[in-house]
């Protein structure tokens, strides 16, 4: 059972539009992390959230965690087709114990 | 190796046998977890360990799944009487353990049950 539900599962659009990536649980978490993965790898993070509220930015990637800690999103600016990839948020609920991982947005950008 | 490395990359079994699947971690890490991801979705949680010792096993499936660590470095994820369901990538990560320490996965192992 996934706890993580993101939206939405697959996307495409053309390069240079926005975009958002939203991840909902009811569950509280004590931090969430975004990841990207490719075809044959492994998750590779990109950011970790902690606090009700944060915003973080990478480049063009900017990254919110809900007042309530129970989601979060992902909105990338300007879209390339180097950000095509699969992206997964992951909430954890201990300081260093297990994550769980959300359904999934795979993104596709078109040159 | 300088990442998590994962072995076989590949593997293809006969439904009923045995498989192994091995990690090794980063060096250092004391920390290290094992995830399946099954096709189109992310990655479930199946057993964390801190050193030596499974501090949580909650997300293995049944029992014919077991994974140890011996000396705190290497693991092994060892599945017995294989099913198709068990078909997926079977994921290894590693951190140094402190409290939210980045987790680095390896490639993965494709595990293809027939």
């Known amino acids: 059972t996934q706890l993580l539900e993101q939206s939405p599962q697959f996307l495409s659009i053309q390069e240079g539009e926005n975009l958002t990536v939203y991840c909902n649980s009811s569950s509280v978490f004590s931090s969430l992390q975004w990841y990207r993965q490719e075809p044959g790898e492994g998750p590779v993070l990109l950011v970790t959230?902690?606090?009700?509220?944060e915003v973080k930015k990478l480049k063009r990637l900017t990254f919110q965690f809900g007042d309530a800690r129970k989601d979060s999103s992902l909105h990338i600016t300007a879209a390339q087709p180097g950000d095509t990839g699969l992206y997964l948020c992951?909430?954890?609920?201990?300081?260093?114990?297990?994550?769980?991982f959300g359904t999934g947005t795979r993104l596709t950008i078109i040159p | 190796g300088a990442g998590v490395s994962q072995t076989p990359s590949n593997k293809v079994t006969e439904k009923g046998k045995y498989v192994e699947l091995r990690c090794d971690p980063i060096s250092g890490h004391t920390a290290l977890y094992w995830y399946r991801q099954s096709l189109g979705q992310g990655p479930e949680f199946l057993i964390y360990f801190q050193g030596t010792g499974a501090a949580d096993d909650s997300g293995l499936p049944n029992d014919r799944f077991f994974a140890v660590r011996p000396e705190g470095s290497v693991s092994t994820l060892k599945i017995q009487r294989t099913e198709r369901g068990d078909s997926a990538v079977y994921l290894c990560?590693?951190?140094?353990?402190?409290?939210?320490?980045?987790?680095?996965f390896g490639q993965g192992t494709r595990l293809t049950v027939v």
């Open positions: 992951a909430g954890a609920r201990g300081g260093n114990e297990k994550l769980t």
């Open positions: 990560a590693s951190s140094l353990g402190t409290p939210r320490s980045e987790a680095f």
């Open positions: 959230v902690v606090t009700g509220g």
